[in-house]
């Protein structure tokens, strides 16, 4: 029995990898095209990629505005879960659905308002000049991250035992005194997943970034977009692996320096 | 203080690091600090046009006007949308856009009129390539015609009306008609069939009978059609542009271009300016540099986009590749513009199943 | 010394709490919204971009065409089978990484978190590689000689269900597994030292313990498989009607904003009814579990 449940589990995390694996096969192809078996390896395509100075760009405001926005994104979230799980208002149920509201809209009509929020709104009226620039950008972002958020950490705190906690405050601690330390050590693992989901939310938006696109910068997604649409050789492939060779090194070198691992 | 630019360079990842502190500092600041240099900001088509035109044009500008140009690369439908949602406040100055969409946009007020006495350069511009009602201009026109992989292709094609050859059956791939080139051909389809741009039933029988002999549809995009000859997934594509022979290698026959008979395609690269920028009359400065003759002379000869300068003179070495602009089939892009949305939900629902 | 209605108190801790998400879904997220409903009653009038008018037709348009009712068909019933995927291949995997020692714990977790941050469209393309005309199936079934011609795979809404679930399993599984993780598994030892297999075990132990991590996991893939535009686009070609690719192409192709928006609000509605449907039958069962205001 546990030798069946292992063989199907490889078969899924190959499932997983497969699209992954075989990207990073033809990174190293000599031709634009993937062939079977294949003809070679060859570095050429990581030259090229390397010398691709949008990539660079991109992956920089990608960085920034996903760490910033994934930030900002606990920051409310983190509060508005416990509300939601711990405590009884009016509108909390509305408060749920609507929190989804950002992801199930299509990231067109998401874009498009905002851009139409931004210039009528906040130009004619707040005289702020926010559409077309980085924090413009960025609050959109926030909305993304934010029903990922909610949604882990909720689900997070609805598995947690309110006893231990009950069994504090019993005792005589201060609500914000068992928040610190018990409520939030045992959503540790939550937390650690929000915080990627909406790094990974963020840094891969396509849709919305296109809308609310920053003049002279675009965030790596759309310049790989625009690549893939214009050009038809693997450079982009290339990227994608050093994109997954330099994350896997963050997460071991995490692991190894804060016991990620244990987290989750 | 060198400006980033979004061309390829050799080394760039210093500019990586250097990037990520912009964008740090950027999110304390509206626009990117400028209190000495001048922005331009612009909207233009991705891929080799974006970088002919920053090599020949936007690197040089930057230098010469001692300005910094913002490039915002995207296709034109996305550009129109964009617009038209920030109208109230555009973040953008001037656009290269496709002519279907820039009709759109001038009923929209999204465009201004141009004062062309302040392009020097407009002098010696074909009139055709001027917007009658004082908008803006076609900078150049791609060239639209036939492309075929001539190892498998037998007989080979010679006019659009070769398109519904039995012996082609199988072959071909067609265009979304959202691009320019696709509703080109589906009015050419039309018009080889007794119809036209106000009588387009013609036209969707034809391509309907096309799709019964087995063609497929793809969305246009270069990369895309290229994959599709390169993978022997389609052998023939109407509206496919002259450059494409040089994609792969130029002597590659599996990519050979033609230009019918009945005529070609001319794809305009409109360039309007906005209403409500920011910028002033920078814009008329770019738009100038874009007619120079060099200029239009070095699209010509790097990417066989047709000038419109009349001060450039079409090589015979080219001329099977880059038509003068005057031979090519004339389009009604009202018209188009107005049955844009019924054509497209008829072709969802009876061609693209 | 206490007020006299603890209850009050804490609906007010409560609502405080959800003020600063609150405000910023209302201003960043609703108010947007609210442009577009607006637009969504406007007359549409090709070549008159200004028209504005009140009418109800762009929904009727919608409701009673029935080519749109099938692709919003079609986009719950891809939505649906990625879920039901998601769900069953995910489980096992979640249910390893919860119970696995932690030295394995952080090699499978790079490797599930792995395809993450390679871009969607990436992806796409990666399935293109292995699911199309000249890819690696199709050579490798014409090396082996089982077919001549290759087989269509890609721009199928089977393409589009693959690539989709391969998309939304790494949420599933982590959602899952943190959720798992906190059920004891004494729970289940104990289980198994009095004779209950371990079928038995998963169906009445595991599973409704993990609860609230397969409805939260459930309800995030539904929406991500509905609401996704890159994958289907790129996976499934024209001829996989999804939705949202009728809205995008609406609002940036055909410029008929009056009635991409209303698709967009009937995408919007129905998506939600399913969500909060879904959620409050599972819930509804067992009510304790949102919190009674403890």
Known sequence: MKRLFVAVNILIYAFILSAVVFVMILSFSPSPIFRFPPEGVSLVWYRKMLGYGPFWDSMGLSLVIAAGASLVAMALGLPAALAVVRYRFPGRDLLVAVLMAPIVVPAIILGVGLLMLYTQFFVHTLHVAVNGTVPGLMIGHVMVCLPWVVRVLIAGLQGADPAVEEAAMNLGARPLAVLWHITLPLLQPALVAAGIFAFIASFGNVELSLMLSVPGTSTLPVVILTYLDNYNDPSVAALSTVLIAGTTAVIVIADRGFGLAKLI | MSTPSQSSRVVSRRSFLRQSLLAGSALAASRPAAAQTRILSIMINAGQYQDTLTRLVIEPFQRKHNVRVLVTPGSSTEMLAKLRAEKASPSVDLVVIAETVAVTGRLEGIFEKMERAKIPNMADVEPKALNPDGFGFASLYATAGIGY?????????????????????????????????????????????????????????????????????????????????????????????????????????????????????????????????KSGDLVYDFMNMQLDPEVQQGFMESILMTPVNTRVKIPSSLAALVPEARAALQFDWGAIARNRAAWQERFNKEIAR | MRPTNPGARRAVTGGLLALPAACALGLFCAAPLLYLVRYSFFVYVPGDPLATGFTLGNYVKFLSDRYYLGVLGQTLGIGLAVTLASLVLGFPVAYGLARMRSRWRAICLV???????????????????????????????????????????????L????????????????????????????????????????????????????????????LLVFILATGSYVTPALTGGKSVKMLVTEVYQQMTAIYNWPFGAATAFILLAVTLLCVTGFAAAVEGSTRERLGDGR
């Open chain 2, 149 to 277: 992989n001539a190892e498998k292709v037998k007989p080979a094609p010679r006019a659009w009306k070769d398109m519904w050859n039995p012996a082609y059956k199988g072959m071909i791939g067609l265009q979304d008609i959202a691009g320019t080139t696709g509703v080109q051909f589906l009015i050419t389809a039309a018009r080889l069939h007794g119809g036209d741009e106000q009588n387009i039933d013609p036209g969707f029988k034809a391509i309907g009978e096309l799709m019964r002999m087995g063609a497929s549809i793809n969305s246009g995009k270069p990369a895309e059609i290229t994959n599709l000859f390169l993978t022997d997934t389609i052998l023939m594509s109407p509206g496919v542009e002259n450059s494409f022979y040089k994609v792969y290698a130029p002597k590659d026959k599996r990519f050979t271009f033609v230009l019918p008979q009945e005529g070609f395609f001319a794809i305009p690269y409109t360039v309007e300016i906005v209403k409500g920028r």
């Open chain 3, 111 to 157: 490797l599930i978190i792995s395809p993450l941050y390679v871009s969607a469209v990436v992806r796409a393309y990666g399935w293109l590689v292995i699911l199309g005309d000249a890819g690696v199936v199709n050579n490798l079934l014409r090396w082996l000689h089982v077919i001549e011609r290759p087989v269509r795979m890609m721009f199928t809404p």
């Open chain 3, 159 to 218: 393409a589009v269900v693959i690539a989709l679930t391969e998309v939304a399993l790494p949420f599933m599984i982590l959602i899952l597994a943190s959720v798992i993780q906190n059920i004891d598994p004494a729970l289940e030892d104990a289980a198994a030292n009095l004779g209950a297999r371990p079928w038995w075990v998963f169906w009445k132990v595991v599973l409704p313990l993990s609860l609230p991590g397969v409805v939260a996991g459930s």
